[in-house]
């Protein structure tokens, strides 16, 4: 193999490891751009961010900080840092599906008793929460 076509193909590898990286790396740790939606429909981890910030669904930055969105909702606490605060993923997903498991009194919407998202919005949602 020749210098050149020893380069050529690192440079492809390089390449081909972004392209396979990028649909996960994208919204881990901050809400999805627009953008971002629209170009990885199928992703769950983007899903659940635009689910998130989605007026019309989760609309949870009405009530939270989340990083990426610069609506700062400040009735709940800061989404962040969930992994050491809830200790599995189902854990996650009780508390969005009916806050009032963990306090009776709470101002949060039962997403999923209420029906406000379903089961597979609340599972790419917490998919997504786990990244922050
Ligand atoms: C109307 C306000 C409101 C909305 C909308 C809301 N939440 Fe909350 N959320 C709260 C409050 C208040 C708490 C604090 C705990 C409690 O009082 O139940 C909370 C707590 C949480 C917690 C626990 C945080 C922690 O560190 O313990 C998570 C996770 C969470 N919300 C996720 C969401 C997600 C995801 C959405 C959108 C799908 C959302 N919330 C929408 C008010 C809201």
Not at 9 to 28: D, I, K, S, Y
Not at 69 to 80: A, E
Request: net charge positive; charged share 15%; glycine share 8%.
């Amino acid at each position: 193999m020749s210098m050149k076509t020893a380069l050529r193909a690192v440079r492809g590898l390089v390449v081909g490891a972004a392209v396979v990286l990028a649909p996960t790396a994208m919204a881990a740790g901050r809400a999805p751009t627009p953008k971002e939606c629209a170009a990885h429909p199928t992703n769950p981890v983007v899903k659940g961010g635009c689910i998130v910030i989605d007026r019309k669904t989760g609309n949870c930055m009405a009530c939270h900080v989340i990083a990426g969105t610069k609506m700062d909702g400040n009735i709940g606490p800061r989404l962040t840092n969930l992994r050491a605060r809830f200790p599995n993923k189902a854990a996650l997903y009780a508390q969005v599906y009916d806050a009032a498991i963990n306090n009776p009194y709470t101002a949060m919407p039962p997403f999923g008793k209420d029906h406000i998202l379903t089961k597979a919005q609340i599972r790419e949602v917490v998919d997504f929460l786990w990244t922050l």
